[in-house]
């Protein structure tokens, strides 16, 4: 792949540099995105019509499964390129933030060491009611199970769809978009909000953003630079092209 000469430069030369992730990026590891259709018995399943405390309100047996199904299936895959890539750039330059929309936890597993999880991580679980932690649980006494501690349904420790974002994370993430010297943008619709204003807050802070997608999004008209194409491969390119014969930083 061939990248503009400025935005390897501009790679090179910068302090902090922010990637915010999502589904995209897990799609090479086997992971279904939110606009793919979900696989299987849960294809005939809307993610957004699931992802939510009324759905689990509703059918918390059917919420509950739905995301222990995904839980055995993140357990099955192993991070892919892109995310790889990401955790050896970290190594490469001053500063790297990476804020995940993903749940997968595919980014700890890279070894990204600075990451912000927008929306939790479906491998941990806590309570409904009073978000007690719950380390391990069976199943055998009923689905979902109850938390030991205060007896409510336990649920995943994600943030669904009409729940705020934590206040901590969504704050990091917002000043760092504000105050990094590139934002990288990967895999990702732009369509779900806050994660989607990102982006645009680092434009407001003149800050230049670069997309890597597949297709077009909302946020494309506003990208400095748009690099078509997986995000296994460009990400590794991107790498190789601006730091192929570096050390690692404070080699
Ligand atoms: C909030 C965890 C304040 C759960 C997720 C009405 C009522 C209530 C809220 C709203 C409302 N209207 C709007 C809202 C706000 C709402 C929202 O944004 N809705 C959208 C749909 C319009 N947001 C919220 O509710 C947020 N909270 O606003 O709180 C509030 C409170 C009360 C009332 C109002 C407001 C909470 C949002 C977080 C939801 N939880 N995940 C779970 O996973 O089960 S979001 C979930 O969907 C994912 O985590 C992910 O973030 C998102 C999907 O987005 P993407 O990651 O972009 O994935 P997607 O499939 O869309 O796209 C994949 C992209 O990758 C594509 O572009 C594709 O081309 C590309 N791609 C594919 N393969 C590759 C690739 N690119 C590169 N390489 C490849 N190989």
New binding site residues.
């Given amino acids: 792949m061939v990248f503009a000469a400025n935005l390897i430069s501009c790679l090179q030369s910068a302090r902090w540099v922010v990637v915010l992730t999502?589904?995209?990026?897990s799609?090479?590891s086997g992971i279904p995105?939110?606009?793919?259709a979900q696989t299987g018995y849960w294809a005939k399943y809307d993610?957004?019509e699931?992802?939510t405390s009324g759905a689990f309100r509703r059918n918390p047996q059917l919420v509950w499964e739905w995301?222990s199904y995904?839980r055995a299936l993140v357990s099955q895959t192993q991070p892919n390129a892109?995310h790889l890539a990401l955790a050896a750039l970290a190594g490469k330059l001053p500063r790297l933030t990476v804020i995940t929309?993903?749940?997968d936890g595919l980014h700890q597993r890279a070894g990204s060491p600075e990451l912000i999880e927008?929306?939790?991580n479906?491998t941990r679980v806590k309570c409904f009611d009073r978000h007690h932690p719950v380390a391990q649980w069976s199943e055998l006494a009923g689905i979902p199970p109850i938390c030991p501690v205060c007896g409510s349904w336990l649920r995943?420790d994600?943030?669904?769809?009409?729940?705020?974002?934590p206040f901590d994370a969504l704050q990091r993430a917002t000043e760092a978009a504000r105050r990094c010297d590139l934002f990288l943008v990967?895999?990702?619709?732009?369509?779900?909000?806050?994660?989607?204003s990102l982006p645009m807050e680092a434009i407001q802070h003149r800050v230049a953003v670069v997309e890597?997608?597949?297709?077009e999004?909302p946020l494309t008209p506003y990208a400095k630079w748009v690099l078509t194409?997986?995000?296994?491969v460009?990400l590794p390119a991107l790498l190789q092209a601006a730091f192929a014969d570096e050390k690692e930083k404070g080699e």
């Fill in positions: 999502g589904a995209g990026i799609a090479e995105t939110f606009r793919d993610p957004q699931l992802a995301y995904r892109g929309q993903n749940v927008l929306h939790g479906l995943p994600v943030v669904w769809f009409g729940e705020n974002l990967v895999g990702t619709s732009s369509l779900v909000y806050p994660a989607a890597i997608n597949l297709q999004t194409g997986k995000a296994g460009v």
